[in-house]
């Protein structure tokens, strides 16, 4: 069925580096690529999506690459801020809409 | 996201019980989705529902129902045949061709 593996499950960093979490996918019709964030207690908020005909999105500081051939895409945070601590979850649809999400990474920014 | 609305916040239900979880959207959105999330995991679907009086099991339908009488509107109940139904509960919903999906600020359901 379908499936997306999202790695880390954890990633640690120091205020100011940057950081990368990786997903992959099974589906081959998958579309529609959105990555979300939650922090603690509260609702995922979307910060960046992208669709299978781009393959790189950048919105400041934030960025999505998409590797449609190797059914892959990241989500890369550069200049890291304390605030960007959070679960980040990756999630992929083809046109019935529904998501599959991944099992999220627990990002810690260290000040 | 500030459009889509969930009810209570906090509910705690007694074993054998079916409760009724409220989420309401204001976005026009023609989809709306039910996930379930427990501590430490992922999202995972419910149900959810692509126009009225229609809708589809997710992953774990299983002692939950839910109904699409309004475009608007789309309840969740716990039935009593969910058997560790202890979890944090997001609605969220989506416009045209299903696309970007917003969530509700969830409800957190405690089995006492």
């Known amino acids: 069925g379908e499936n997306v593996e999202q790695h880390p499950s954890t990633l640690s960093v120091q205020e100011g580096d940057s950081a990368v979490i990786k997903c992959t996918y099974s589906?081959?019709?998958?579309?529609?690529f959105p990555w979300y964030k939650q922090e603690l207690g509260k609702r995922p908020q979307l910060i960046i999506d992208i669709r299978s005909n781009v393959g790189e999105k950048k919105d400041q500081r934030i960025a999505v690459t998409l590797n449609k051939t190797a059914k892959h895409f990241s989500l890369h945070i550069t200049e890291t801020q304390p605030e960007d601590s959070a679960v980040y979850f990756c999630?992929?649809?083809?046109?019935?809409?529904?998501?599959?999400f991944g099992q999220g990474t627990e990002l810690s920014v260290k000040p | 996201d500030g459009g889509i609305t969930q009810s209570p916040k906090y509910l705690f239900r007694k074993e054998g019980q079916n409760v009724t979880l409220s989420c309401e959207q204001n976005l026009n959105h023609d989809a709306m989705y039910w996930y379930r999330q427990d501590p430490g995991q992922g999202l995972r679907l419910i149900y959810y529902?692509?126009?009225?009086?229609?809708?589809q099991k997710g992953d774990i339908a299983e002692g939950y129902s839910v109904s699409r009488e309004k475009k608007e509107s789309f309840p969740l109940t716990v039935t009593s045949a969910q058997k560790n139904p202890t979890a944090f509960y997001l609605c969220a919903s989506s416009g045209v061709n299903f696309g970007t999906q917003y969530f509700g600020p969830g409800t957190r359901l405690t089995v006492l």
């Open positions: 589906d081959s019709a998958s579309n529609y």
């Open positions: 999630a992929t649809s083809n046109q019935g809409g529904k998501l599959i």
């Open positions: 529902s692509q126009i009225v009086n229609d809708f």
